[in-house]
């Protein structure tokens, strides 16, 4: 039989942990500390695994089974849900090591071999006062041509519209060394 939100509130911390079952493996895991935690027993390519699906009450019982059903879609086609949530973490993670101010020095070294010094320090000047605090923090593969459109538009409105179309033409160039770096996917049109 289902569980009811009134179960779930009720349900008081014991001496061992316990369970109190849900439906198709989905179940809520209640500690000797008063944590309660959704997780999912399921069977994958012969082994059991076990899916953590948050805490309660931060994870509401519908949420919970909104997030059960998505995770045995997947296993119905194939796919073991735990696997795709790994790859995804490590897909943010990856994004958020590669920010535009980071892929930026990357290209700086790479694009300073054959540049003057004054004018490799003075590109680094133009995209530390211009361009990183619009774009630095941000991962380089979620970039999007509207932020661009913003920059260039703060900047022209203190009357610099040659340094737009500077910072501008490095973003494009940084955008360039990423996409065959391996650290973006596209880049943002209409630059």
């Known amino acids: 039989m289902p569980l009811t939100d ?43 695994r076990l899916m953590a699906l948050g805490n309660y009450p931060d994870v509401s019982l519908a949420v919970a089974r909104e ?37 930026a020095g990357l290209w700086l070294e790479h ?3 054959d540049k003057s010094a004054q004018h490799v320090d003075a590109t680094r000047r133009r995209l530390e006062a211009n361009v990183f605090p619009a774009l630095g923090s941000r991962p380089i593969s979620a970039i999007e041509p509207p932020e661009l459109v913003a920059m ?21 160039q940084i955008f360039r060394f990423a996409i065959a770096h391996g650290y973006a996917q596209r880049s943002p049109p209409g630059r």
Do not use: C
């Open 152 to 172: 260039a538009k703060m900047i022209e409105s203190r009357g610099a519209a040659d340094l737009a179309k500077r910072a501008l033409q490095a973003t494009s």
């Open 6 to 48: 009134t179960e779930i509130k009720k349900a008081k911390p014991r001496k061992a942990v316990y369970r109190l079952s849900d439906e198709r493996g989905l179940f809520l895991q209640v500690s000797p500390s008063g944590g309660k935690l959704w997780r999912w027993k399921y069977r994958f390519e012969g082994a059991y």
């Open 67 to 103: 997030r059960h059903a998505t995770a045995r879609r997947l296993l119905a086609s194939g796919v073991d849900p735990m696997a795709v949530r790994r790859s995804e973490k490590a897909a943010r993670r990856e994004a958020a090591d590669h920010t535009f101010s980071r892929v």
């Open 111 to 113: 694009w300073r071999v």
